[in-house]
Every structure is written in C-alpha cells, then in structure tokens.
T-cell receptor
Framework: DGGITQSPKYLFRKEGQNVTLSCEQNLNHDAMYWYRQDPGQGLRLIYYSQIVNDFQKGDIAEGYSVSREKKESFPLTVTSAQKNPTAFYLC????????????FGPGTRLTVL | AQSVTQLDSHVSVSEGTPVLLRCNYSSSYSPSLFWYVQHPNKGLQLLLKYTSAATLVKGINGFEAEFKKSETSFHLTKPSAHMSDAAEYFCVVRVYGGSQGNLIFGKGTKLSVKP
C-alpha cells in the first residue's frame, strides 16, 4: 500500500522539550516537504529536501531542524527554541524535479502543554 | 514573484446549489495552479491542476476550475453541492525560479454545506 505516513497522529509535549515528527514515503519520490498549518493561515513551508543528504530552509525554519539520510524518510524536530509550536504539521512529497504535484500525508497535531 | 489570494475565508451553500470558491493569482511566468481539499484533521488531496493545456480544468468529485488570464483568476466551481463537499479548499501556485517546484498556498476557504 503506497503512500506517505506520518506518526504519531497526535503528540503532546511539555514546554522546553524537543520532539521529533516522523514522515515516511514508499513512493520513491525525490523531494519531501514539511509544512505548518495554523487556523486561517494556510500552509507555511518549514523545510524541504530535493535529494538525499540535502535540505533547505523554508519560510519559517527557526526553531525546527530536519535530516534526510534516506530517500524515504524526512523527520522534523521541533526544538525548544520554537516559541509557538502548537500546530498541525503536514509532510508532503513530490516525484521528481520536473514535476509539480505534491502529495500529502495525514498530518500530526502537536500540542504543547 | 508568485502569490495567490482566496477572496472568501468562508462560503456557505445549501445542498444541491452551485459552489463558487474564488481565487486570484499573481505570477511573472505562465503559472501552474492547483486546488487542494482538506477534510477536518486530514492531509490535503489534489482536486485539480492547471498547467496551460486547457483553460477549463476538470477535477475529481465534479469540481472544475477555469483559468482566466485576463482576470488573473482560477475560480473553483461545482454545479451541485453535496454534504460531503464540506471541507477547506486551498488555491495554490507553483514557484518558479529560486525554489523551483515549491508551492505557495492561499489562506484557504472553508466550505459549509447546509442540508
């Protein structure tokens, strides 16, 4: 069953803790993306990766970090430096550099207590 | 630079009546435009996309959108709303240039469907 999986679906953390959100795809897509979604603000790009072992900052990268050691995996770490981390986080992937459609995972809702 | 503006944050229709969700875009290039749909607490699903082949684009679930260059618009329509259409809809434009392949999202339009 091909697709993009994100885990966990719901995540709670205490203030001051780092937390890592998982994103895995078995579509053999080259590019992967992390977005943050807040009510009424659409999706904002955090980080993206066009190929393995390379990634770029998006519009709101401060307080976040990523790695891309394997083609199928693109984990996102929300650090304690992120001032307002409570949000819905979406991972997406795109087949290749000359395509434009992105495919989305089901999302992880992070709540900071 | 590219951008999209969704003109309504919330649209409410009755079941069986037409749906119109409005989107204006700005792009220095011939744009690639998309509509995505998101049901509550779910990921986004592609409804349709425009990539210059035809100005009227048909998508899934009976939706379609018309690209109008003169009006810089890409409005989403459906002749008859169904209860299952209640969701949030995003108009999206592809970035050309530095961040090749990246997407810029509108702020979304929440569609409510009354019985």
């Amino acid at each position: 069953d091909g697709g993009i999986t994100q885990s966990p679906k719901y995540l709670f953390r205490k203030e001051g803790q780092n937390v890592t959100l998982s994103c895995e795809q078995n579509l053999n897509h080259d590019a992967m993306y992390w977005y943050r979604q807040d009510p009424g603000q659409g999706l904002r790009l955090i980080y993206y990766s066009q190929i393995v072992n390379d990634f770029q900052k998006g519009d709101i990268a401060e307080g976040y970090s990523v790695s891309r050691e394997k083609k199928e995996s693109f984990p996102l770490t929300v650090t304690s430096a992120q001032k307002n981390p409570t949000a819905f986080y979406l991972c997406a992937s795109r087949p290749a550099i000359n395509t434009d459609t992105q495919y989305f995972g089901p999302g992880t809702r992070l709540t900071v207590l | 630079a590219q951008s999209v503006t969704q003109l309504d944050s919330h649209v409410s229709v009755s079941e069986g009546t037409p749906v119109l969700l409005r989107c204006n875009y700005s792009s220095s290039y011939s744009p690639s435009l998309f509509w995505y749909v998101q049901h509550p607490n779910k990921g986004l699903q592609l409804l349709l996309k425009y990539t210059s082949a035809a100005t009227l684009v048909k998508g899934i679930n009976g939706f379609e959108a018309e690209f109008k260059k003169s009006e810089t618009s890409f409005h989403l329509t459906k002749p008859s709303a169904h209860m299952s259409d209640a969701a949030e809809y995003f108009c999206v434009v592809r970035v050309y240039g530095g961040s090749q392949g990246n997407l810029i999202f509108g702020k979304g339009t929440k569609l409510s469907v009354k019985p």
